[in-house]
């Protein structure tokens, strides 16, 4: 079992950064694959970012360049370094965790975190 809890989100303007996090629980975090996804309102849920458990990163192509995934094992937390941001990037975030490949389905994914709300502003 894994709980997630993600932090990091808020309001800001456009071109800000924001730095969301997601710590996680347990003692096998490394070999989990971790995932953030995104909701904006009335919208589906989609896939923004994954780091595998050998660091092989996929981003979706609407935040390539701008948004950062990275990990830390040591300290069980998964990050997302969003620069540049944009009003269509408000939305939920969520992180995900699974033990499965670097994929960017939803349904791959086992355990999820609350959300965490980002509003960009124009």
């Known amino acids: 079992q894994v709980q997630l809890v993600e932090s990091g989100g808020g309001l800001v303007q456009t071109e800000g950064s924001l730095r969301l996090s997601c710590a996680a629980s347990g003692r096998t975090f490394s070999s989990y694959t971790m995932a953030w996804f995104r909701q904006a309102p009335g919208k589906e849920r989609e896939f923004v970012a994954v780091i595998g458990t050998t660091a092989t990163r996929f981003y979706t192509d609407s935040v390539k360049g701008r948004f950062t995934i990275s990990r830390d094992n040591a300290e069980n937390t998964v990050y997302l370094q969003m620069n540049s941001l944009k009003p269509e990037d408000t939305a939920v975030y969520y992180c995900?965790?699974?033990?499965?490949?670097?994929?960017?389905?939803?349904?791959?994914?086992?355990?999820w975190g609350q959300g965490t709300q980002v509003t960009v502003s124009s």
């Open positions: 995900a965790a699974g033990r499965v490949g670097a994929v960017v389905s939803a349904n791959a994914y086992s355990y």
